[in-house]
């Protein structure tokens, strides 16, 4: 009989010096909201993740993220325990699964910022601000909130499946982004300051550009990091956009980055396949995914998720105008065809030798599919292509051990080409 | 039959519900097999499995040359050289049997996949079923359990079906209820379980196109044929199947097996 194997190996993961950096940047973040939610010293608005947060900087507010909270209830693994609750209010187990955990974790008075920082609770919103960009359920969200803590919802509702941008498209979100001002205007108490607006475009355009540098490292062979080490590093980009603080710690990343590519220091040894990640990560389960990909040699490279924060049409001179074509743009508000063209722009750059695809069950706006897109990819750049179930934060709807032989197959259907 | 002497190549295919284990000579000749129930004890049931093949094989452990395992419990294989999934697998052993290119249909205790072979063998394509086991062996067990009907008797009696009755549910559960309800109505239990075996079919179908030439594999075909026979009704392909269906992953990992160890 044949001796037992050695257990499947585990990758060193190769950790990013600037995590350290990272950490405080996202501790500061918590800190600072924590202590305006008790002392009043600031205004607390809660904004989509792209919503119109450049305009709520520049008027003094602090922005708190609730997807951001949500992305860190399913990254703990509290989420799934928490969701039932938000599903007995009756908010279905189909609808995003942010919205449900995050309720949830209100109802149960329940958050990772307790163990992470030592924070008792989310902090009281004086305003929230949507946009629909992302989808409706945001929105209804924040009509939760709205209800619940009697605060002002107010918000900006996005065109939707754009093909050819239209000038009147962008207009109408620009508009709708200034006609915040008076409702903002009174709950902050204080007038709306263009300099200050424009300043916060301006950093936020510059952590745009930093940020895509830092994905664009990634077109390396072999690539300095992985998609599972941006969704990390992200933080600032989505929780610090319109700060210098986060333009800083681009820097910071992009120089250790950078150096990795000179050196030829690959996140995954021996890296033999390079992956596309369309979809919303799996927040609860990144490290298991990172270690089975790293174990098959197989870096994923580049995502759609990540590429989601960089606005680099913002322009300090034209701020509304600018925010209003940023958020029109954005891949999560266009058609199939324009998605398609993104994706073979990605490949064209990335060299990617393989698409998965992840259908999140309460995600249908990032689960992109649906509709025979991974059929028409596959064909048109000649590349295999997989689609996995799961969701973002909702555990029981991610069968690991069929994911995981998916994956493994996938890879071996690669080592075959 | 027998290979006292000559190196074997053994492959075990591990599933959720049966554990299958094949032994081929150096000529791909497949010398003895055994299929068990998994149980909760994987390990366990690969080596009586592994026991049972070899004396069928009339080969010694000592004969084996190497062992890779596949499937749900692959890793729990202690006396495996090496694994690959049960997709890598199920498409080798399809392809050794029907080297052109070909649709693989597998049908499994817990999974169904679909993959697509060039005509070199080379995966083109695969599905696996989503999130949950309606169209599988589970399905039809747990309908054997709702009917009182041994599972061995149901592909006779569907073939005996005169009108076949169509179920409407997806799940599992559910389709029980709807059974009950077909039968109060007083519809026929073989036209019943006619439209139980139509199920596992139309979930299948749902995955993926099909190709001109299909294989169908696994265990639900091996024991109930008369699928292959709807198969070949409903699409009009060319709808081949191995001489032992069931076996068709173990081969697949006793090839690969065979290949690893003529390229050391």
Request: hydrophobic letters at 35%.
């Amino acid at each position: 009989m044949r001796e037992e194997m050695a257990d499947e190996k585990k990758s060193m993961r190769k950790e990013i010096a600037a995590g350290k950096t990272l950490k405080k940047i996202m501790a500061d973040h918590f800190y600072e909201l924590d202590d305006a939610a008790r002392t009043g010293s600031k205004k607390i608005a809660w904004c989509t993740s792209v919503g119109p947060a450049e305009l709520l900087r520049g008027m003094g507010f602090l922005v708190y993220y609730p997807e951001n909270h949500g992305a860190m209830l399913g990254a703990t693994r509290m989420a799934t325990e928490l969701i039932p609750y938000a599903n007995a209010q009756g908010y279905s187990p189909d609808i995003c699964s942010y919205l449900t955990c995050d309720v949830g974790s209100y109802l149960q008075k329940k958050t990772p910022l307790t163990i992470a920082y030592g924070i008792e609770s989310v902090p009281r919103p004086d305003v929230l601000v949507f946009n629909t960009n992302q989808c409706r359920d945001v929105q209804d969200w924040f009509a939760w909130y709205s209800r619940e803590l009697n605060v002002p919802l107010i918000g900006i509702h996005t065109h939707r499946d754009i093909g050819q941008i239209r000038k009147y498209q962008i207009q109408d979100i620009a508009r709708q982004t200034e006609d915040l001002i008076p409702a903002l205007e009174e709950v902050s108490g204080e007038k709306f300051d263009m300099d200050r607006f424009k300043e916060a475009v301006a950093f936020s355009r510059r952590t745009s550009e930093l940020w895509r540098e830092c994905l664009e490292s990634a077109a390396a062979i072999p690539s300095p990091w992985t998609f599972f080490d941006a969704t990390i590093h992200m933080g600032p980009a989505v929780v610090a956009r319109g700060t210098k603080e986060a333009v800083d710690y681009y820097e910071l990343l992009l120089a250790e980055l950078q150096e990795r590519v000179k050196s030829g220091i690959a996140a995954v040894d021996g890296e033999r396949h390079r992956i596309y990640w369309e979809g919303m990560p799996i927040w609860g389960k990144l490290r298991a995914l990172s270690e089975q990909f790293a174990s098959l040699k197989t870096c994923v490279v580049a995502s759609t998720y990540c590429n989601s924060w960089i606005f680099d049409q913002l322009d300090p001179e034209e701020p509304f105008e600018s925010m209003g074509r940023a958020y029109t743009e954005l891949f999560i508000v266009r058609d199939e065809p324009y998605k398609e063209q993104y994706i073979k722009d990605c490949y064209d750059k990335f060299r990617f030798d393989g698409i998965l695809y992840h259908d999140a069950k309460t995600c249908p706006n990032n689960s992109n599919n649906r509709y025979g897109m991974p059929e028409r990819v596959s064909e048109k750049l000649g590349i295999p292509v997989i689609t996995i179930n799961g969701d973002l934060c909702d555990l029981r709807c991610y069968s690991e051990e069929q994911a995981k032989t998916n994956i493994e197959a996938f890879i071996e259907q690669l080592d075959e080409r | 039959m027998g290979a006292m002497n000559k190196t074997v190549f053994v492959g075990v295919d591990v599933g959720a519900s049966r554990t299958k284990v094949a032994v081929l000579d150096g000529e791909k000749n497949l010398l003895g097999f055994c299929v068990r129930k998994s149980g909760t004890d994987f390990q366990k049931t690969a080596e009586e499995c592994l026991e049972e093949s070899l004396k069928m094989a009339e080969a010694s452990p000592e004969s084996v040359g190497k062992c890779f395992s596949t499937g749900y419990g692959r890793k729990n294989v202690s006396f495996r050289d090496d694994t690959k999934t049960e997709i890598g697998c199920h498409a080798r052993g399809a392809y050794h049997y029907f080297p052109i290119a070909i649709t693989v249909i597998d049908i499994g205790g817990q999974d169904n996949k679909i993959i697509r072979l060039d005509d070199q063998g080379r995966r083109v394509n695969f599905k696996m079923n989503r999130k949950c086991a309606a169209g599988t062996g589970a399905f039809l067990e747990e309908m054997s359990m709702r009917l009182d009907i041994p599972l061995e008797e149901m592909d006779g009696l569907a073939r005996t079906s005169e009108h076949m009755v169509e179920l409407g549910s997806y799940c599992t559960v559910f389709s029980g209820t709807e059974v009950l309800e077909k039968i109060r109505q007083g519809e026929k239990v073989a036209d019943i379980v006619k439209g139980l075996f139509y199920s596992v079919i139309k979930r299948v179908m749902e995955m993926d196109s099909l190709t001109d030439r299909i294989v169908m594999t696994g265990g639900v075909v091996e024991h109930n044929p008369y699928i292959v026979e709807m198969v070949r009704e409903i699409t009009g392909k060319d709808v081949l199947v191995p001489e032992h269906p069931q076996l068709t992953g173990a081969v697949g990992a006793a090839l690969f097996a065979m290949e690893a160890s003529l390229t050391e």
